[in-house]
């Protein structure tokens, strides 16, 4: 990005860089205990899960992507090291030891929860100050509610309850 793309911002560019860095090991680390997830989940409505957690982790790495071309917009060095991820995760990895199918939507759901509040608290941080980190992490937001929400209606799905204040 040009110099004064980056001097517009009202923030601490390097602190925003090292915040965006650790989203970025979030989304790798999601990305693969969705994609894990879909290949090894047992269990009643298996394929409508396979399906969804597929979708997910295609969602997961385009999150990585879009992270990824804003640190180097902003001149930092997006994560090198996949053992860093570990280090930078705000929302840490659940790997899906037991495949059953109930287990699995649970530990994304889990998942899913930090990521709205970890992009919620980059929404707040940012706006104002960095419109265009701002607009990134709102659509990135987006999509980690509509995560949430598919994987409960799938869970209330598996468990035959009737769904209340489903579009
Ligand atoms: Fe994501
Ligand atoms: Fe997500
Ligand atoms: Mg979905």
Redesign the pocket.
């Known amino acids: 990005m040009g110099t004064r793309g980056i001097q517009i911002i009202e923030m601490d560019v390097k602190k925003l860089i090292n915040l965006l860095n650790k989203a970025l090991a979030d989304e790798w680390l999601a990305y693969y205990q969705y994609w894990i997830g879909a290949k090894v989940v047992v269990g009643p409505m298996k394929n409508a899960a396979v399906t ?1 957690l597929t ?2 982790a295609n969602d997961e790495l385009r999150h990585a992507g879009m992270l990824t071309d804003r640190i180097l917009q902003l001149k930092g060095t997006p994560v090198l090291e996949p053992k860093d991820w570990y280090k930078l995760t705000n929302c840490g990895y659940l790997p899906p030891k037991d495949p059953s199918i109930l287990k699995v939507l649970q530990q994304n759901i889990k998942g899913e929860q930090c990521a709205i509040d970890t992009y919620q608290k980059l929404l707040k941080m940012t706006k104002d100050k960095d419109h265009i980190t701002n607009q990134m992490i709102l659509e990135i937001l987006k999509d980690e509610i ?2 949430e929400d ?1 994987l409960q209606n799938l869970v209330e799905d598996i468990k035959h309850k009737p769904k209340a204040g489903k579009k």
């Open positions: 969804e979708e997910h509509e995560h598919d």
